[in-house]
């Protein structure tokens, strides 16, 4: 089942000072047959922990266009091993927060909801904390600050895309399909591929040990330089 149709049943009850702890017990469960989505700053951050560039680790380990994580045959995560999860230091916002969903309101207003447990879960629900108190010790912070700042580029790529061609918003939940459908390995754009970004700016970030926050620097500057530039040629 696909992320997004786990986070559309949710009823987003909870802020951050709801009671609220969960005491994971490594049965993995949540780890098979789940759609990953990964951004551009996760895929930098898997990358890096697992020295490759952003380019290899799109190619080798997602699908979807680069949006997805890929997984086995009998649908693990490709990154779960026989020790649980081999990335776990960096491993994604939605494996962070799970088993908890965050939903942010076009007002900016923040809620959270429980996610359905797998029925054979071994974690533990409890109200022994609170929401916030499970966040950080997370480390979920960076993770939605990053949201925030790709959800900003993303919406002016949005707007920029309507001023080009309004009927091509009407077209967006079939590129959204034809996205999901490239086969693993499809070689994603730039909007995805930080270490391209960065290459096509002259410098390679891994041999220049360009910073995971200077990379996205980077990678946001230029997507917003040419949207500035298409825009100013409309
Ligand atoms: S990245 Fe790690 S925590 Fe997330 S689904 Fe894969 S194995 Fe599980």
């Known amino acids: 089942m696909a992320y997004g149709d786990l986070v559309s049943r949710v009823d ?16 993995n469960r949540c780890c098979r047959n789940k759609a990953i989505r990964v951004s551009p700053y996760e895929i930098l951050r898997l990358a890096r922990y697992l020295g ?10 997602t699908e979807a266009g680069g949006t997805v994580l890929r997984t086995n045959e009998n649908g693990d995560c490709g990154f779960l091993g026989e020790r649980g999860c081999s990335v776990h230091p960096d491993r994604p916002l939605a494996c962070r927060i799970y088993p908890l969903a965050r ?10 909801g429980h996610l359905t447990p797998h029925p054979h879960t071994a974690g533990i629900y409890g109200t022994s904390g609170t929401v916030q108190d499970y ?51 499809t070689l994603a754009s730039m909007w995805v591929d930080i270490d391209l970004t960065i290459a096509h700016a002259n410098m390679n970030s891994r041999d220049q040990h360009v910073s995971v926050e200077e990379a996205i620097n980077i990678h946001i500057q230029s997507i917003e330089v040419w949207i500035q530039s298409a825009a100013s040629n409309l």
């Open 135 to 185: 966040l950080d010790h997370q480390q979920l912070a960076p993770f939605f600050e990053m949201s925030e700042r790709y959800g900003k580029l993303y919406q002016a790529m949005v707007d920029l895309l309507e001023k080009l061609d309004p009927d091509e918003l009407d077209r967006r939940p079939e590129r959204r399909a034809a996205i999901d459908e490239l086969p693993a390995g």
């Open 103 to 112: 939903w942010v309101s076009p007002d900016g207003e923040e809620s959270f």
């Open 52 to 61: 490759i560039s952003t380019t290899q680790f799109i190619a080798n380990h």
């Open 12 to 27: 987003f009850n909870m802020k951050r000072d709801s009671p609220f702890s969960y005491a994971c017990h490594a049965c």
